[in-house]
């Protein structure tokens, strides 16, 4: 059986349904390569050009410095570096936009209410997601504040029919982060109060929205998820087609789901994918050294990834929106 192509969204833009149906296409005949950048610099994008020659089919962009309750007061010079470096990837993601890319966004949401440093880590903030669940209370407020403040930068996105593959609350199955750190219930509130709140009241409709958890405890449901992703960081220089952890990911779904990596440290290794006809439809790198060092990944085994058939590279991604 093939993966769903229909949006969850009724109302999705064409460039949605566009985007879906390629990437069901692609499941088992090829993959999206992929790089997640940081910075105004995107030292990736361009370590990734010096090597191969080629630029990735999918760039993912962070949106951490969006968030609207950084504490600049209570801060260290390490969260700040981070912040600065952010400034203006938004810029980059239309850059990409305007060459047909296919656009990700990551978000490390700094909390809503509180904390010091990099507040999207749980141990940054005492925000209660919980309560931010609870109708009228002051962490609710917060919570609503900052997502109807970034639905207004991802509405331009929309009007100009640009689809966004939208990983928000990633991770959510671990404590790290303040959006997993009270457990399942509480992250599968938050991921259906986003959906039904940028879907129904903001209208986003070009979003496709990527769950990224193996965990079934803490899947929000078949009618809010478009496509399921999961992170992983396999050893250095250990080059796979990570088939048990896709068999483990499909499990949390009673539908056959379009399966993506969201974030991958070890590249996976084309060779293989293409041997077990793999589900996989895209992988991101991370960024730093993920990328630019061969720490994880040689020269040789980004070149061999690139040069590929079953990969995917920008310059041969047919036109999407």
């Keep these: 059986m093939p993966p769903i192509s229909t949006p969850v969204n009724p109302n999705a833009q064409p460039c949605v349904h566009r985007m879906l149906t390629y990437l069901v296409q692609l499941s088992g005949n090829g993959i999206l390569t992929g790089q997640h950048t940081k910075t105004r610099g995107m030292e990736e994008l361009h370590h990734i050009e010096t090597v191969t020659g080629k630029q990735p089919a999918l760039l993912g962009f962070e949106l951490l410095s969006y968030s609207p309750n950084i504490n600049y007061l209570d801060t260290d010079e390490e969260c700040m570096e981070e912040v600065c470096g952010n400034y203006g990837t ?9 060459q047909k890319g296919v656009v990700t966004l990551t978000w490390h949401w700094f909390s809503p209410l509180g ?51 939208w990983r928000p609350f990633h991770e959510g199955d671990g404590d790290w982060f303040w959006w997993g750190a009270k457990g399942p219930e509480t992250l599968k509130g938050l991921w259906r109060l986003m959906y039904d709140r940028y879907t129904n009241l903001h209208g986003l409709d070009n979003l496709i929205w990527v769950w990224n958890s193996p965990v079934p405890e803490c899947y929000p449901g078949d009618d809010v998820v ?4 999961r992170d992983m960081y396999p050893p250095a220089h250990q080059h796979t087609a990570q088939s048990e952890k896709l068999a483990e990911l499909r499990r949390i779904s009673g539908q056959e789901k379009i399966t993506l990596i969201g974030e991958i440290g070890t590249i996976p290794s084309a060779e293989a994918l293409a041997a077990e006809k793999s589900g996989w439809v895209s992988y991101m790198t991370w960024c730093g050294a993920f990328c630019t060092s061969e720490e994880f990944t040689t020269n040789e085994a980004l070149r061999a990834m690139y040069d590929h058939p079953w990969a995917i590279t920008k310059d041969k991604l047919p036109e999407l929106y």
Excluded: H
């Design 115 to 165: 904390g010091r440093g990099k507040a999207f880590y749980t141990k940054e903030t005492d925000f209660d997601a919980t309560r931010a669940l609870v109708d009228g209370t002051p962490e609710n407020k917060a919570l609503l504040s900052d997502m109807d403040m970034m639905a207004a930068l991802l509405r331009p996105f929309r009007d100009a029919g640009v689809p966004i593959l």
């Design 226 to 229: 478009d496509i399921i992703s």
């Design 90 to 98: 938004l810029k980059q993601a239309w850059e990409w936009a305007a």
